[in-house]
Each structure stands twice: as C-alpha cells, then as structure tokens.
T-cell receptor, first 113, second 115 residues
Framework: DAGITQSPRHKVTETGTPVTLRCHQT?????MYWYRQDPGHGLRLIHY???????DKGEVSDGYSVSRSKTEDFLLTLESATSSQTSVYFC????????????FGPGTRLTVL | AQSVAQPEDQVNVAEGNPLTVKCTYS??????LFWYVQYPNRGLQFLLK??????LVKGSYGFEAEFNKSQTSFHLKKPSALVSDSALYFC?????????????FGKGTKLSVKP
C-alpha cells in the first residue's frame, strides 16, 4: 500500500463522541487526501492537504476537520460523530503534479452507533 | 464541472473470455484518466492512467484501456479474464491544464468472473 498506514483499522463509536483517524506516510509526498467510500457513491473527497498546515475542503467536508503538523501525518477528526458518518475512510497521497497518481492506504472502517 | 460515469454496476464474464468495464467522462479541458481496482477489504490499487500520447494504455495484471476523445470514453479491457480479476473497479478523471484539480471518481463497477 505504497508506504501508507492508517489507524485504527476498525472503530466502533457512539453518536456524539469525537473520533480521530490517522494517516501516516513514509513517501515524503506533498499531497495527502481523505476520502470516504459508501455504496452507490464511489469515493468522495472530504479534505486534502497540499503541505504542512495547508489544507482545503473537498466535496463532503461538513462535520469533518483535518490537521497536518508534519509532512508524514494527516489527521481526520469527527468532532461529534453521527450515524451518517458510518463509512470506510481512505487516505491517499500523491507527489502533487496534476499527472501524478494517487496511492491509497488500507482504509479505516468506522461504525457510529 | 468534471464528472465520470460508470454505466454498469456489475459486469459478469466467464473465465477466459474478454472483459470490458466502461467509463465515460466530462471535463472542460484535457482529461487525465485513471483506473483503480479494489479487492475486498483492501484499499484501491492503481492499474493504469492516460495522460497524453498513445490512446491505448497498458497497465498492471494484463489490463489495458483505450482513450477515445470523440466518445469521451476510457474503457478498461483485458483479453482473457481470470477468476482472480473479480473485484470492484473505479474510473477517475482530473482536468488538466495546471488547475491542480482533484480526482473525481465514478461509482464503481463490480466485476465477477466465473469459472
């Protein structure tokens, strides 16, 4: 999985609790992304980062925040989890030019009860 | 706005037969096109991409894809399907031209190859 790890790999939590997912890369790539995958929707971009402390919103950013304090780590936080955020979350990285390939981590399955 | 469509939710093929997974796209400028495969409980794996040049792109595991600008299509093909090719396939597009636009993914096509 191209030097990308995600933690935790599985998490069950309750509505209203905060949740943080971590993505760690060893490739020193500039760009990092968070996607969610839901049946019938494919992958949808939540947030992305184009450098340390540089982040921007994606298509489905409501209810999510991100932080990137180091090149290798990109955190996704659900401040107050809701059942609609039950999903599989994928991190991806790329070197950053428009022709570059994005490489994906193994995913985190999050269930919000 | 960019968009990509995978018109078939599922494709069924017999082992040894050729397979095609369809993808059409819409962008304003030049398209950069990608195919990924996802096996159960795994992340997406990159198969191939079209940036420029030859319309026939060859990728991993014997897959290839043909870029057709007039039909705005980028169909994934393999001459002889294997049972192990059974997986979920995603097409993605990014608009070129220096915009650093994000990848837009299709909804995915489930490929089932029967022995």
């Amino acid at each position: 999985d191209a030097g990308i790890t995600q933690s935790p790999r599985h998490k069950v939590t309750e509505t209203g609790t905060p949740v943080t997912l971590r993505c760690h890369q060893t490739e020193n790539h500039r760009y990092m992304y968070w996607y969610r995958q839901d049946p019938g929707h494919g992958l949808r971009l939540i947030h992305y980062s184009y450098g340390v402390k540089d982040t921007d919103k994606g298509e489905v950013s409501d209810g999510y925040s991100v932080s990137r304090s180091k090149t290798e780590d990109f955190l996704l936080t659900l401040e107050s989890a809701t059942s609609s955020q039950t999903s599989v979350y994928f991190c991806a990285i790329s070197a950053g030019t428009e022709t570059d390939t994005q490489y994906f981590g193994p995913g985190t399955r999050l269930t919000v009860l | 706005a960019q968009s990509v469509a995978q018109p078939e939710d599922q494709v069924n093929v017999a082992e040894g037969n050729p397979l095609t997974v369809k993808c059409t796209y819409s962008v304003s400028g030049n398209p950069y096109l990608f195919w990924y495969v996802q096996y159960p409980n795994r992340g997406l794996q990159f198969l191939l991409k079209y940036i420029t040049g030859d319309n026939l792109v060859k990728g991993s595991y014997g897959f290839e894809a043909e870029f057709n600008k007039s039909q705005t299509s980028f169909h994934l093909k393999k001459p002889s399907a294997l049972v192990s090719d059974s997986a979920l396939y995603f097409c993605a597009v990014r608009e070129g031209g220096g915009s650093q636009g994000n990848l837009i993914f299709g909804k995915g096509t489930k490929l089932s190859v029967k022995p």
